[in-house]
């Protein structure tokens, strides 16, 4: 198992650093590589995707944790949006968690990719100047709505939402810094709900690695989260040195080498 580990451990300090940069989960970064190397460790291929989704969402609930506690630290956080957003979110996350477990790795894959793709679209689409000068939308129904739909693409594509909890943010008037900072700690709950789901629905899967919890592989789990856990803080303290329009550009060139590789891997 240390051996299976260490193939990790630099994945997870890439996971961290974008984890705390970004906002995001990790599972942009995790999933695509756990595709080659779940099929390395001999994972059937039916049932690749599934355990790179429940893989991913695993090693998110440490990175988020590390990650969100750098951002609050830094007053980043806005927990009143946070809980509107949460009971949303964790209703789509289970009620889409079922779906993924009849799909097979070539749709899952697709779904990942669209919503790279959309999500680059949100960074890049110019605001309107009424949209600048709003004050930021805080209605509870926006929150708890955008949140199902979040919840529920977060859990068929194995991420804690930051690719699209950072845009949504953004555009409902929310300074970057902060829709990063909030979007980090909204990768926990996500997290966590999906990596009971993958346990809950590939315990009883025969043919999957004996290091196994359900749809989590183990070795992958442990490796990346050491690492990712160091290294979020560090990513954390970049995202408030470096202007919001370098944070979106970054944003953008990372989700565009995402999608490529999705969908040259889906074929």
Known sequence: MLESMLIYLPLGIIAGLM???LG??????VVPILTITLKISGVP???IMK?????SFATICFTSLSSVYAHNKKQAVLWRVLFKFLPGVLCGVFVFGFFVTLFSTLVLKYCFAVFVLFSIYNLLR????AEENKPPNESIKVLTGF???IGGISALVGVGGGAMTVPLLNHLGFEMKK????????GFPIALAGAINAIWHGINVEGLPAMSLGYIYLPALFGISI???LFAPIGAKLAHTVSPIILKRVFVSYLGIIFIQMVLSAH
């Not at 995001?24 to 970064?29: D, H, Q, R």
């Not at 355990?51 to 893989?55: C, D, N, V």
Request: proline share 0%.
């Open 19 to 21: 984890a705390g940069l």
């Open 51 to 55: 355990m790179a989704l429940g893989t």
């Open 147 to 149: 949140g199902f739909g």
């Open 179 to 186: 829709a990063i900072g909030t979007s980090a700690a909204a």
């Open 45 to 47: 291929d039916e049932e």
């Open 126 to 129: 110019a605001k309107k100047k």
């Open 227 to 229: 690492t990712s856990m």
């Open 24 to 29: 995001l989960g990790g599972g942009l970064v």
